[in-house]
């Protein structure tokens, strides 16, 4: 199975501050024949199912708002969000569906200083 | 407007069995491969498995704790998809949600909770 790795396991920045969260995969997850990582992000709020932000690595889903970027390819990537807001409070997971099964990282927790 | 519902969650000793269900509208059900994933108390996400759609073989995959015990079936006719729990543990305790396995239409029930204890 491939491993997701992801660092932090928290972090607390202030209102406006650029958040930076990395996922890594044990083994790549770039699929050469149409160059695309088979890469999501997902971010699930307390209490709530999770919601798609991601896919492809670097594809926002519609509606979400472009303070949030992905990047990266291989095994390593990482979500930004440009400006943090309050309700960007959650925990944010990467996710392979590279091939099955399509495992999920650990998770990075998100709070407001 | 997609609903996804989870039902048939509850208590069940180490051993047993349950049924969850999750009824779909909104989407041509059909045609979607679908996935559970489950959140144990306090924990993270762990992908359970999913079945593709019966155009495209109808075929399961499941990750490793749960083959062999666990089955994903779907009823097309019935816009409904089953997860089939059997020699239930104490570790399958957990939030279990349904989704939609696709990319462009990723939609989530609420969940329904599974405890495993004596």
């Known amino acids: 199975d491939i491993v997701m790795t992801q660092s932090p396991d928290s972090l607390a920045l202030s209102l406006g501050e650029r958040a930076t969260f990395n996922c890594k995969s044990s083994?790549?997850?770039?699929?050469?024949?149409?160059?695309?990582?088979?890469l999501a992000w997902y971010q699930q709020k307390p209490g709530q199912p999770p919601k798609l932000l991601i896919y492809?690595?670097?594809t926002r889903d519609s509606g979400v708002p472009d303070r949030f970027s992905g990047s990266g390819s291989g095994t390593d990537f990482t979500l930004t969000i440009s400006s943090l807001q309050a309700e960007d409070v959650a925990v944010y997971y990467c996710?392979?569906?590279?091939?099955?099964?399509?495992?999920f990282g650990p998770g990075t927790k998100v709070d407001i200083k | 407007e997609v609903q996804l519902v989870e039902s048939g969650g509850g208590l069940v000793e180490p051993g047993g069995s349950l049924r969850l269900s999750c009824a779909a509208s909104?989407?041509?059900?059909?045609?979607?491969?679908m996935s559970w994933v489950r959140q144990a108390p306090g924990k993270g996400l762990e992908w359970v498995g999913r079945?593709?759609?019966?155009?495209?073989?109808?075929?399961?995959d499941y990750a490793a704790p749960v083959k062999g015990r666990f089955t994903i079936s779907r009823d097309d006719s019935k816009n409904t998809l089953y997860l089939q729990m059997n020699s239930l543990k104490t570790d399958d305790t957990a939030v279990y949600y349904c989704?939609?396995?696709?990319?462009?239409?990723?939609?989530w029930g609420q969940g329904t909770l599974v405890t495993v204890s004596s």
């Open positions: 989704n939609t396995d696709s990319l462009s239409s990723n939609y």
């Open positions: 909104g989407f041509t059900f059909s045609n979607a491969w």
């Open positions: 083994q790549s997850v770039l699929y050469s024949s149409n160059n695309k990582n088979y």
């Open positions: 996710q392979q569906y590279y091939i099955t099964p399509f495992t």
């Open positions: 492809w690595a670097s």
């Open positions: 079945i593709k759609s019966k155009t495209d073989g109808g075929t399961t």
